[in-house]
Each structure stands twice: as structure tokens, then as C-alpha cells.
């Protein structure tokens, strides 16, 4: 059994200049055995069922996950596995896509800001905002095609004001009860190259293949600049950065869940509170529910 570690170890401290170069990609397993993988997985996921409940209940917080990582790294599946146990009434994923040109007329978070989770729910960003200060940095025909104020933008300067604008909002949000973990499932390149190819060797995996993805593989080192800018300027206190070793899949879903339900842990959640009037009350329907049944 491997399973005890410290979460913190993944998290960008606040105010870290962050070289991806020097973060690993892969660790040592932390379970010994597929079983033993498989058991710490469900001990995870049911407790996280046990916290969803809670979350609920309590009705004072909401929690938003945002995965972010290049192709193949293991976001679906992260999220597939890691939230099984949820009750989908509590819980909702969204995938956010080119954008429309009815969003391309508003600001860059109100799409996104649109699906944030209400207080006793999981949101769950696959893909994010942050996508404004990572494809399109390294695509600046799409900041052309926003229709900005500023004729020239993409300058130091615009990013700048892009990341203040991230960290000003989830400032806000956590303020208002809305948690936020974020995740950068951090894949090397060798292994993205081998999970293209068993997706083009496996007729059942091709759908997942698309030549866009070639694309942004060929723009690897750029992609990496900008992840390590991000997570430099937007990682804090209320919204912290983890990054996840992402070579090993089973290892990443163990790291993801362990931090998603230490911080629900944090929340010191609870069941709402029974006074006297309302215990009265409710033995009174007891009693009439027995009557009922014959059984007083």
C-alpha cells in the first residue's frame, strides 16, 4: 500500500515562477499493484459520494474542478474515473468548444461564467477560460477574430490584464462560496507521441485521433511557455494550481482524487442543524405515519 501523500507536494505556491522542465511527468506509482490501484480509486470515490452529500446539504459552497492539459494527457478519463461515484443530479461537466460568435461579442469569461456551478454542486471545466491565455497566446489569429478594443493586442501587457482579470473573478467567486481547484495534467511529450499511436493502431480509438492534434504537438515548446506564464500568474491561495504528473494514468487519478476530497474536507461541511420545534414536528408526523400503518 503506497497511498499516503502530501497534496501540497502538486500545488503552485502562490507567487512561483513555474518551469515545467524541471516538473516531472511521472513519479513513483503510489499504489503497489492493480488491485491495490483499484481499491485506493474506490476508497477515494466513495468517500467523495460521502462529501458530494454533504456539499448538498450544507448548501453553502460550491466546487468547480477545471482540468487543463495537452491532447492525450488524461483529462476524460481523470474525470470518468475519478467522479464515478458522484450522483449526477450534483454534478456537471462541461467541454467548452470554438466559440460562438454570439460569445465572441461578449468578454472572454462570460461563456464560462455562464456554467458555474450553483451552491451545492460540482462543476467540472474540461477545458476552461484559461484556454484565453494558452491556445489562443499561442494562435494570435484567434485574438484577431475577438473584435477587441485594443487594434493591437497581444502584447506583455494584454496578458497581464488577462490574468488579472482570471484572478480578480475567482477572487470574487471564492468569496461568495464558490471553491476552485484547478488542474494541469502534466504529459510528456515521448508519451503523448505513444498515445497518438495506439489511438491510430486501435481501429475502436481512431475517432479520438484528429490531425489538429498534430497541430498543436508541433507547437509543443510554445504551448509549454504559455502553461508555465498561467500557472505563474494565476495560482493562489483562493484558486490554486496543481500540477499532476500525467505519464501515469492510474497515478494521476489517485493524485486528482486525493486533492479534489482533502478540499472538501477543508470546508468542514455539515448537516443542517434539527432545533427543538422542528425534532417535535417531525415526531409528530412519526407518530401519524405509524398510525397508518396500524402500529401505534
Known amino acids: 500500500?503506497?497511498?499516503?501523500?502530501?497534496?501540497?507536494?502538486?500545488?503552485?505556491?502562490?507567487?512561483?515562477?513555474?518551469?515545467?522542465?524541471?516538473?516531472?511527468?511521472?513519479?513513483?506509482?503510489?499504489?503497489?499493484s492493480k488491485d491495490d490501484y483499484e481499491e485506493a480509486l474506490a476508497a477515494g470515490t466513495g468517500r467523495l459520494s460521502e462529501l458530494q452529500?454533504?456539499?448538498?446539504?450544507?448548501?453553502?459552497?460550491?466546487?468547480?474542478?477545471?482540468?487543463?492539459?495537452?491532447?492525450?494527457a488524461g483529462k476524460d478519463g481523470a474525470i470518468r474515473h475519478v467522479m464515478s461515484g458522484i450522483n449526477p443530479q450534483g454534478c456537471q461537466v462541461f467541454s467548452f468548444k470554438h466559440p460562438s460568435a454570439e460569445e465572441l461579442d461578449h468578454d472572454f469569461l462570460w461563456r464560462t461564467h455562464r456554467a458555474l456551478p450553483e451552491r451545492g454542486r460540482i462543476g467540472i471545466f474540461n477545458r476552461s477560460y484559461y484556454e484565453e491565455v494558452l491556445i489562443v497566446r499561442v494562435n494570435p489569429a484567434i485574438l484577431r477574430a475577438q473584435s477587441l478594443p485594443d487594434p493591437t493586442p497581444g502584447g506583455d501587457s494584454f496578458w497581464r490584464g488577462r490574468y488579472r482579470s482570471i484572478v480578480e473573478s475567482e477572487q470574487h467567486l471564492h468569496r461568495n462560496g464558490t471553491r476552485i481547484i484547478k488542474f494541469f495534467l502534466h504529459l510528456s511529450r515521448e508519451e503523448q507521441c505513444q498515445r497518438f499511436l495506439a489511438r491510430i493502431d486501435n481501429p475502436d480509438k481512431n475517432w479520438k485521433f484528429s490531425e489538429a492534434d498534430l497541430e498543436q504537438r508541433r507547437a509543443w515548446d510554445q504551448y509549454m511557455e504559455a502553461y508555465a506564464a498561467c500557472l505563474s500568474a494565476t495560482s493562489t491561495r483562493e484558486a490554486p494550481w496543481y500540477i499532476v504528473p500525467a505519464d501515469d494514468k492510474k497515478n494521476a487519478r489517485l493524485i486528482v482524487s486525493r486533492i479534489i476530497v482533502a478540499t472538501l474536507e477543508s470546508l468542514k461541511l455539515r448537516y443542517p442543524p434539527v432545533n427543538a420545534a422542528r425534532r417535535r414536528r417531525l415526531q409528530a408526523i412519526r407518530r401519524q405515519l405509524l398510525r397508518e400503518q396500524g402500529r401505534t
Do not use: C, N, W
Not at 12 to 21: E, F
Not at 53 to 72: C, E, K, T
Open 1 to 32: 500500500m503506497k497511498r499516503s501523500f502530501e497534496v501540497r507536494g502538486f500545488q503552485v505556491r502562490p507567487g512561483t515562477r513555474v518551469r515545467l522542465d524541471r516538473r516531472p511527468t511521472r513519479i513513483e506509482p503510489l499504489y503497489a
Open 53 to 72: 452529500q454533504l456539499l448538498y446539504a450544507h448548501d453553502r459552497y460550491s466546487l468547480l474542478l477545471i482540468f487543463q492539459a495537452m491532447d492525450a
